[in-house]
Structures are given as C-alpha cells and as structure tokens.
C-alpha cells in the first residue's frame, strides 16, 4: 500500500508541476486530469497506515502502554523523519538553483534563506507561513504533529487509575470525530495536525476493531459515515475506506497471508525516500525536459515516466545510505555532503541573483 501510494504521488506532482504534462494533456486529458485531482489523495492513506501502527506500538490491546519517556519516542520519531527530510530538501534546493537561470516555471521555489533552512529543519516552515522548498514537506511536518500529539496523549493516561486506562480509545474517538465532523471540514486549519487527526484516528481504531474490540468496529463505521452524511469528502472517502480495509483483514488474521509481491515490498520499504526525494528529481527532468523537448506527446510521456523511475532510483540511494542508517549526521562524508550542497545552492543563488 505505501509502494503504490508513493507512486501515485510522484504521478501527480508531474502532473501537477509540468510542463512535461501540459504536453501530454493535449492527447491524454483525462488521465492527466485524474493524476492531478485525485492520486493526491494518496496521502490519506498514508495517515490511516500511520494512525494503525501507531496504535500497535503504544497501546496495542485498547490500553495504555507503559511510555515512562514519551519524549524520547518523539525525538526518535523526529530524527527518523528529519534526517532523510534535510537530504531531499537540500537537494532540491540545489536542483532549483541550478535550472533557475534557464527555467522558469511556477513550480520552482523562490531562492531560500537561512531561517527558511531553520525552519524546514525544524519542520515549522507551515507554522511560520514560510514557502515550502520541496513538494510534500508539509506531510512530514503533520506527521510529527500527529505522533506527537498521540504519545503525549497516551502518557497522560498512563497517569492516570489502572481501571481507567482503557479509556485511551475513547479519547481518541471523540477527538477523530471532532476533527472529520468539524475541523477537517474548515480548510483554515489545514496547517495543523487536528485537521488531519480524523483519518489518523481512523487508522488507530481500525487496528482495535481487528483485535475483536466491538467499541471499535463500531466508532470506526459511525465516524465514516457521519462524516460523509455531513459533507462528502473524496479525502475522507479514502481514509475510511483505508480503515474499512484495514479492519477487515486485521479481524480475520489475514494481514499475513496478505498477497505479497517483492516488487511492491520493495517499494514500501523505500517509500518515504521515494516520496522526498521525487520533487527534486522531477523539476530536474521538467527543466532538461523543456529545453530540449518543448513539442511531442510521446517524448514528453516518455519524460514523465523517466522522472518517476529516476525518483524510484534516487529514493532508494536515500534509503540505502541515509534513512536506513543509524547516525548519519555528524562528523562525517554524509554530513559534509549535505553542508557542502547547501553552501553551493546558496552561493548560486546569490550570484545568479545579483543585478547584471
């Protein structure tokens, strides 16, 4: 599931971002159309996945968890996401630099500054209304918010009887609700993780309900479709649907008996470099792509396909050597790498940007 929902993804920032697409559109409207209206809602699916494991991890019977450092599961979770995050950023902000002199295009981000590179590694830049550099950053951001918000919620509970543990999902079902009824209906709040918290709520009852928990299954189905009685939503539509799933399977013990194909767990393993790394990737072939080739549908659809599979490549060298690595940043060749591509970036902005 996270395989084919990384893809979707990278399909629909290549169609979102063009130009290569704007080509394709002319002979292929409909398919262009559908990746840009509707493989986004990918992500919803990502956040039911991490609602669900989130669950197995700090309270994988209905209760409580023993979490007697939950600050210290946050900064775990932090430094999983921030490591690979800073590579990809960083490279696409070199990417960026480098074709801005020759393309211009919509998508390409205005020449960063220092506290905007704070702020990206920090994972405010949405909070502080900065302009994201990389497709995608936002979600990472929302992640943490979302893991964090559920680890301090879990380790207030623990504080509290024994006998009133198990209330930990109910907690979570009034607040999933209070989001999908409310708050993710006002798009306003779409910077903040309670806008999201309905599908990651989502995700952490449909781990429940497949462990025979009735309160579950129940809050799962009456969630969903309340939600879409109050204000269909084709995102919500997709987290529940996710969740449908999810429960199921779980309920029957059939997660391992799932189908399995190498290719897509290969996939998965990989998809969170995938889903970094793809922006970067896919302005650098849309920059190459539009010089070179600014007619022709099949050269052009054959640059898209080109961009996806140098995204697929390139993820999986951040995966290999950064986010499956222990200790990537100090002192050390990856550390230095990634100064050194911030330092160029800037340096060529700053001569690109200077009055001729």
Not at 301 to 328: C, D, I, P, Q, W
Request: aromatic residues 12%; proline residues 4%.
């Amino acid at each position: 599931m996270k395989g084919l929902g990384c893809m979707a993804i990278v399909f629909h920032h290549l169609a979102f971002y063009g130009p290569m697409s704007d080509v394709v559109h002319a002979a292929a409207p409909h398919l262009i159309d559908w990746l840009f209206n509707y493989a986004r809602l990918a992500v919803q699916m990502f956040f039911v996945l991490a609602g669900y494991l989130v669950a197995a991890q700090i309270a994988p019977d209905g209760k409580v968890a023993d979490i007697s450092s939950w600050a210290s599961l946050v900064w775990k979770r932090y430094k999983r996401l921030v490591v690979p995050f800073l590579f990809a950023v960083v490279l696409a902000t070199l990417i960026t630099a480098l074709v801005r002199p020759w393309f211009h295009h919509s998508s390409l981000s205005a020449p960063p500054g220092l506290m905007q590179l704070l702020a990206h590694a920090l994972l405010l830049q949405d909070l502080l209304h900065m302009e994201a550099l990389s497709a995608g950053v936002w979600y990472v951001a929302i992640d943490l918010q979302l893991f964090a918000a559920t680890v301090a919620l879990t380790a207030l509970a623990g504080y509290a009887p024994p006998s009133w543990r198990a209330g930990l999902p109910i907690l979570i079902i009034l607040l999933a609700a209070v989001s999908l009824w409310g708050i993710n209906r006002e798009p306003a709040y779409e910077d903040y993780a309670f806008y999201f918290f309905g599908a990651y709520g989502l995700g952490m009852l449909a781990y429940w309900s497949g462990r025979n928990l009735a309160l579950g299954s129940l809050a799962l189905l009456a969630m969903g479709v309340i939600a879409l009685w109050l204000q269909y939503r084709n995102s919500v539509a997709v987290a529940f649907g996710t969740a449908l799933l999810l429960s199921a399977i779980g309920r029957k013990d059939s997660l391992e008996r799932w189908p399995s194909s190498r290719v897509l767990i290969w996939l998965g393993q990989r998809s969170y470099s995938i889903f970094l790394i793809h922006f970067g990737i896919c302005v650098a072939f849309n920059a190459v792509w539009h010089a070179l080739f600014t007619t022709g549908v099949w050269i052009n659809a054959f640059g898209m396909l080109a961009a996806a599979l140098a995204s697929v490549a390139t993820g999986a060298l951040l995966y290999s050597h950064v986010e499956s690595k222990r200790n990537v940043l100090g002192y050390n060749k990856a550390t230095t790498a990634l100064v050194a591509m911030i330092t160029i970036a800037l340096m060529i902005e700053a001569l690109t940007q200077q009055p001729r």
